[in-house]
């Protein structure tokens, strides 16, 4: 069975969407095949709309097309890798990086971390619930390896996706700050 995650085959039909993140207008190509393509995530802007004092080097983890570390490196002083595992959301992610001619950015395939070699002091992610329990640990367990000390993990989960037994799990390796919850979304930031 395909996900819109996987590789697939599906016909391409790319389009713009805009969308309202913290009262500013952003427009972001989108394609069949990607994650939220009619309009940005309720939970990928509450996480954005929390986070409030970046500064340093970000990784977004599963970037569909680009959301995430566009509007972090368009609004802090920052600088910016992302990863996915689907070819079609990096092939977008650059494109919508050209489109705002934030060329700065590097965008490389990668099943979780597996070709991560950069340490980062933010990693954020709204992760790939879809893909199962144990790739989100994975990805969320998986980040602390790639922080810096004092780095910090962002995350959205939703509530009737397992928020609390992930934050459960996860209470055995970060200190975990629950910053807001809304509409069974919860952002949490997790530091070591
Ligand atoms: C919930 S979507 C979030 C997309 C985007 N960050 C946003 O907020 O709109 C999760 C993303 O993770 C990607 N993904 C799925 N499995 C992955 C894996 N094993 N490694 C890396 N990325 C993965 C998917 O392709 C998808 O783009």
Not at 2 to 29: A, C, L, M, R, V
Not at 72 to 83: A, E, G, P, Q, R
Not at 111 to 131: E, L
Not at 163 to 190: D, M, Q, R, V
Request: some cysteine.
């Amino acid at each position: 069975m395909d996900h819109y995650f996987t590789n697939n085959n599906i016909k391409s039909n790319i389009k713009i969407i805009n969308s309202i993140i913290n009262e500013k207008q952003y427009d972001f190509f989108v394609d069949n095949g990607v994650f939220s393509k009619n309009n940005v995530d309720y939970g990928t802007k509450l996480l954005l709309e929390n986070i409030k004092e970046i500064d340093g080097k970000i990784l977004d983890v599963g970037c569909g097309y680009g959301v995430i570390g566009i509007y972090l490196k368009m609004n802090y002083n920052c600088t910016v890798d992302m990863i996915d595992i689907n070819k079609r959301a990096i092939h977008l992610s650059r494109k919508n990086i050209d489109k705002y001619k934030l060329n700065d950015i590097t965008v490389f395939e990668s099943d979780a971390y597996i070709n991560v070699t950069n340490k980062y002091d933010y990693i954020i992610t709204n992760p790939p619930i879809r893909a199962g329990k144990e790739k989100v640990l994975e990805i969320l367990i998986g980040a602390k390896e790639f922080l810096n000390e004092n780095g910090k993990l962002y995350f959205v989960i939703r509530k009737d996706q397992g928020a609390k037994s992930i934050t459960e799990h996860l209470k055995a390796y970060y200190n975990l700050n629950i910053l807001t919850k809304s509409k069974g979304f919860w952002i949490i930031c997790a530091e070591n």
